[in-house]
């Protein structure tokens, strides 16, 4: 099993500012991952696929990057709607695994 | 605009079996293109996927879960179902229904629904 390591398990950031967050991969998923963003008392939405690709209607502010074992979401300039929290998962091996989640919060 | 929805029952008692069902409208469960899948969340936890199913009747479990799970599939009604068996609390979650894109990522989602396992 690929187990998903999210990183920080929290952060803090100002509207405007950049977040960073981090999905390590315990083996080798190439690029099949994916990310999602969850607000409160809502399912997930797919925000990017593939590691790198935005999915339909997702702001250009949202980027993914990495492969093989580490990979990150960037949002450029972090919008009030953007507070939630972000889950990767791995599609390149069964069992399918995500990881804990980020919590991006205001500062 | 495809959309998902599960129904069933919001509070199972413990050792009984879960039943839950996804009912999808704006498009076919019989695509070839997709899996159809769960996913539960535990309140205020992460994501964990149950299983996957293919119109044909194909599944993936996750072995975490596979002796007490079975996925399975009605294209005359457009709906998929979980039946999890001998239910403990740590089953309570938000289980949620999705269609994957092959067997990858999930997009979209249905909105969730609450089973509590309590007597």
């Known amino acids: 099993e690929r187990v998903m390591t999210q990183s920080p398990a929290t952060l803090s950031v100002s509207p405007g500012d950049r977040a960073t967050l981090s999905c390590r991969a315990s083996q080798n998923v190439i690029n099949n991952l994916a990310w999602y963003q969850q607000k409160p008392g809502q399912a997930p939405r797919l925000l990017i696929y593939g590691a790198s690709t935005r999915a339909t209607g997702i702001p250009a502010r949202f980027s993914g990057s990495g492969s093989g074992t580490e990979f990150t979401l960037t949002i450029s300039s972090l919008q009030s709607e953007d507070f939630a929290v972000y889950y990767c998962?791995?599609?390149?091996?069964?069992?399918?695994?995500f990881g804990g989640g980020t919590k991006v919060e205001i500062k | 605009q495809l959309q998902l929805q599960e129904s069933g029952p919001g509070l199972v008692k413990p050792s009984e079996t879960l039943s839950l069902t996804c009912t999808v409208s704006?498009?076919?469960?019989?695509?070839?293109?997709?899996?159809w899948g769960w996913i539960r969340q535990p309140p205020g936890k992460g994501l964990e996927w149950i299983g996957s199913i293919y119109y044909s009747g194909s599944t993936y479990y996750n072995p975490s879960l596979k002796s007490r799970v079975t996925i399975s599939v009605d294209t005359s009604k457009n709906q998929f179902s979980l039946k999890l068996n001998s239910v403990t609390a740590a089953d309570t979650a938000v289980y949620y229904c999705?269609?994957?894109?092959?067997?990858?990522?999930?997009?979209?989602w249905g909105q969730g629904t609450l089973v509590t396992v309590s007597s």
């Open positions: 998962q791995q599609y390149n091996n069964w069992p399918l695994t």
């Open positions: 704006g498009g076919s469960i019989s695509s070839s293109s997709y899996y």
């Open positions: 999705a269609r994957q894109l092959g067997t990858n990522w999930f997009d979209p």
